[in-house]
T-cell receptor
Framework: AQTVTQSQPEMSVQEAETVTLSCTYDTSESDYYLFWYKQPPSRQMILVIRQEAYKQQNATENRFSVNFQKAAKSFSLKISDSQLGDAAMYFC???????????????FGTGTRLTIIP | DARVTQTPRHKVTEMGQEVTMRCQPILGHNTVFWYRQTMMQGLELLAYFRNRAPLDDSGMPKDRFSAEMPDATLATLKIQPSEPRDSAVYFCASARTGGPGELFFGEGSRLTVL
C-alpha cells in the first residue's frame, strides 16, 4: 500500500517570504499522480497543484511550485511571496495512475499547518 | 459553477441516533468518495463508488456504517447507531474516471455525537 509522509506538523513564514513544505511517499508503481491540497479554516479542500509522475518538468501554478524528485520519492511545495490568505493546512496526496479496480482514491499525508506572520 | 454539495453542514445528535449524510456529486462525475477527517487519524477513505457500484469500503466500520448511491446524483452515508467516536468531519468528493485525477470536495459535514 502507498503511504504519504509529511514530517512538518507546523510551519510559519513571514508575509512576502518563501516557504517550502515537505512530502515524501512510498510506492512501487511507476505511474501515479501527486497533489497538494489546501484546507483553510473554512475546511473546504482546495486543489493547489498537480504533478504527473511521467512528467519531468516540475508543475507551477502562479506563486506555487513543486520540486518533484521521483527517484527520492519526494514532492515538496514551494510558496513564494507568501500572503495572509495562504494560511491553512496543506495536505500532500498520492493517486495511482492505474485506474483499474479501486485505484482512483487519494491517499493523504497528515498535513502541515502553515501560519503566515504579518 | 460546478461543485459537490453536501448536507447537512453541521449535525449534533445523541448517541444511538441514526445519522444520514447526503452528497450530490458534480454532474458528469462517475466516481464518488467518502472521507472522514479527525485530528487523530487525519483523512481516511471510508467508501468509494464508480458508476454507482461500491469498489472499496474497506475503511468503513461495517457494523454501523453504510454507504449507497441510489442514483447518479445522490450518495448517502448512514451511521446507525451513532457513537461519540464517530464525531468528525465527513467529506464527499467526486471525480471523472480518466480525468486529471484530482478529487473535487464538498464543504464537509461536521458531525458531533454527544
Amino acid at each position: 500500500a502507498q503511504t504519504v509522509t509529511q514530517s512538518q506538523p507546523e510551519m510559519s513564514v513571514q508575509e512576502a517570504e518563501t516557504v517550502t513544505l515537505s512530502c515524501t511517499y512510498d510506492t512501487s508503481e511507476s505511474d501515479y499522480y501527486l497533489f497538494w491540497y489546501k484546507q483553510p479554516p473554512s475546511r473546504q479542500m482546495i486543489l493547489v497543484i498537480r504533478q504527473e509522475a511521467y512528467k519531468q518538468q516540475n508543475a507551477t501554478e502562479n506563486r506555487f511550485s513543486v520540486n518533484f524528485q521521483k527517484a527520492a520519492k519526494s514532492f515538496s511545495l514551494k510558496i513564494s511571496d507568501s500572503q495572509l490568505g495562504d494560511a491553512a493546512m496543506y495536505f500532500c496526496a498520492y493517486r495511482s495512475g492505474f485506474t483499474n479496480f479501486g485505484n482512483e482514491k487519494l491517499t493523504f499525508g497528515t498535513g502541515t499547518r502553515l501560519t503566515i506572520i504579518p | 459553477d460546478a461543485r459537490v454539495t453536501q448536507t447537512p453542514r453541521h449535525k449534533v445528535t445523541e448517541m444511538g441516533q441514526e445519522v444520514t449524510m447526503r452528497c450530490q456529486p458534480i454532474l458528469g462525475h462517475n466516481t464518488v468518495f467518502w472521507y472522514r477527517q479527525t485530528m487523530m487519524q487525519g483523512l481516511e477513505l471510508l467508501a468509494y463508488f464508480r458508476n454507482r457500484a461500491p469498489l472499496d469500503d474497506s475503511g468503513m466500520p461495517k457494523d454501523r456504517f453504510s454507504a449507497e448511491m441510489p442514483d447518479a446524483t445522490l450518495a448517502t452515508l448512514k451511521i446507525q447507531p451513532s457513537e461519540p467516536r464517530d464525531s468528525a468531519v465527513y467529506f464527499c468528493a467526486s471525480a471523472r474516471t480518466g480525468g486529471p485525477g484530482e478529487l473535487f470536495f464538498g464543504e464537509g459535514s461536521r458531525l458531533t455525537v454527544l
